[in-house]
């Protein structure tokens, strides 16, 4: 059974910190390509940041400078180092693993950047 566990949301001001996490078994970790994206109320799925299996990174332009996305294979984890959080960045975050035919989410953790 494959399983996605989101932790590390949570309420934060503007201008502050938070790591997510993304906890990963039931499968290979290491070929997936693994991303977060975010939903925020009224809007479409969006992409954050994604790595590929070989560790190529991309950003959405609205987070670069301020989000890093790494992984760890010896632990099945990624991670979503985001700073400089802006009241836009709110939204539900969501944790996925895909390759070839096979896509995966997580349940998703909520940031909300208010004062």
């Known amino acids: 059974q494959v399983q996605l566990v989101e932790s590390g949301g949570g309420l934060v001001q503007p201008g502050g910190s938070l790591r997510l996490s993304c906890a990963v078994s039931g499968l290979h970790f290491s070929i997936y390509d693994m991303g977060w994206y975010r939903q925020a109320p009224g809007k479409q799925r969006e992409l954050v940041a994604k790595?590929?299996?070989?560790?190529?990174?991309n950003y959405a332009d609205s987070v670069k400078g301020r989000f890093t996305l790494s992984r760890d294979n010896a632990k099945d984890t990624v991670y979503l180092q985001m700073n400089s959080l802006k009241p836009e960045d709110t939204a539900v975050y969501y944790c996925?693993?895909?390759?070839?035919?096979?896509?995966?989410w997580g349940q998703g953790t909520q940031v909300p950047v208010s004062s």
């Open positions: 996925n693993a895909n390759q070839w035919e096979y896509n995966y």
């Open positions: 790595i590929t299996s070989r560790g190529t990174i």
